[in-house]
Every structure is written in C-alpha cells, then in structure tokens.
C-alpha cells in the first residue's frame, strides 16, 4: 500500500501550498507587515527565551532531555505563528529510540523546527557550521550535542562524521540534510555521499524524509511568512546490513530517489526529472 494520500484520478488538484499565487496588492501588504512587526520579532523571542533557557539547563541535564524539550516547545510555537498545518504521512515510521538516520532534503528555515516538534525521542542534528553561529540558537545547538559539519574543510568534516558515527553507535538517532544546505530553487539537489558513509559505518537504516509546503511558506532568504499547509513524508527505511564504504554511491542514490518520489508527489515546485525524460 502506498503511503501516499490519493488525490482522486490523473489530473486532480493536489494539496495548496502557501498564499494563492496571485494575491491582491493589499492582501500581500498587510501579509508582509504582519510577518515583519508581529510574526518575526514573535520568533525572534521564543529564540532568545527558549535558547537562553536551554542553555541555563545544560549545566545540570547531561542527558540533554530538558534542553530537548525546550527545542520541542521553540519548534512547536514556531509552526503555530506561521499559522500553517502540518500534515504527517508514514508517522508509524517514526520510532522512538531507535539508531537511524533521518535523510531529509531541505529548503526553508523551518524545516529543523517541523523535525524537532515531529520526530519523537532525543535525536541529534548533523548541521552546516552557520547554523551553530547564531547567538541563543547556536549557543542551544552546541550545548545540546548536535554536529556542526563544515564541507569545505575536510579535515573538520572528517572530524564531524565520525563524532556522528559514534552517536549512532551509542543508539542517538541522527537527523541530516545530505544536499549540504538549503535549496535556493526549491528543487532536491545533488545528495553529498558523507551522510551515507557514517550510516553504512553504523550499519544504521536510513529513513527517506520529505518536507513539501516549507519553501512556499517561507523561502530561503526571505522574512515573508505565507501561511499554507506542510506536509513531512515518511518513507520505508532502507537497510544499510551489509553494505560497505563501495556501495555509498549506490545507496545515496537509492535514497535521493525515495526523497524525490515522496517531495515531488506533493510540492508545487516542478520536478526536474520529467523536463529531463521529455528532453530524451
């Protein structure tokens, strides 16, 4: 059985995502002025609120359950003031608890939110260095364990990837963007083959995770909040039991294609393979 919802016969409507895409010059003024003097500095201070209490916490909570939960609660107050819905296909796939890697393609600001408030148990980040060097954010991201990855110097994202080996081996679930950053387009990019070397090393299942409705809500780059409906796509997890550092390739594109299939199914956004096999 499919885990996609049916949309009724070839040619129907699929779900809408973000504003109508022709809004009225007013709607669109008083869309933009509610997300720069209410939604913005509202997030702004669940960050500085939150943050700050995460870190307060870390110095006695050495299990990082507290500081989770402050992540948990930051998360949840961030979908509620987009003023979005979040619709979750798969969730029986989500287990609490269980060392697994959770390859998701990313486009917004608020795809680590949607993961946070959505993935149940503890879990660890594996996240671009920028991220870490926001005040109150990344002072949460560093005190809390997550992995800070930095492609471009090799020797630190040697580093990271085997600090990522070991808390899969020590049972920590691993949340990673394996595109190495958020899309500018909207569209799946190439997947880096570093975040399928640390699986196979762990011998952990990967789970194919698709965040469709986020880049309409809010594209990288921007501040404009458009409200619409989010949809996180769960797929089968894929076994890495018996694979070895030959078959990364492989596998990263075994798993690049379960992305794509779930993202493209539900995004607006165009999907490039049809353009390719139609030019063929």
Known sequence: ????????PAGAQRPEYGNKPTPSRFGNAVSWCRSIFVLGPLIC???IVLGACSL?????????????????????LILKTSL?????SGAERLVCGKPRVYAANHVSSLDI??????????????????????PFLGWHLRRSGQLAIDPSKRSTAVSSLRKAVETLQKGMPLVIFPEG???????????MS?????????????????????????PPEHAHLRPGRIDLLIGEPISTAGLGLGDIDALSDCVQRAVEDLYYAHSRVSDPRKAAAAAN
């Open 1 to 8: 059985m499919s885990l996609l919802p049916a949309y009724g």
């Open 45 to 47: 201070l669940y960050t």
């Open 56 to 76: 307060l916490v870390s110095f006695a909570d050495r299990r990082g359950r507290i500081q989770h939960q402050c992540a948990r609660v930051w998360s949840w």
């Open 84 to 88: 979005s819905s979040v619709q979750v």
């Open 113 to 134: 939110p949607l993961l946070y408030a959505h993935i149940p148990g503890q879990f660890r980040i594996m996240a671009k260095q920028e991220w870490f060097r926001y």
């Open 181 to 191: 950053g958020r899309s500018r387009n909207g569209q799946i990019q190439k997947f």
């Open 194 to 218: 570093g975040a399928f070397y640390l699986a196979i090393k762990a011998q952990a299942e990967i789970v194919p995770t698709a965040i469709a409705g986020t880049y309409e809500i809010l």
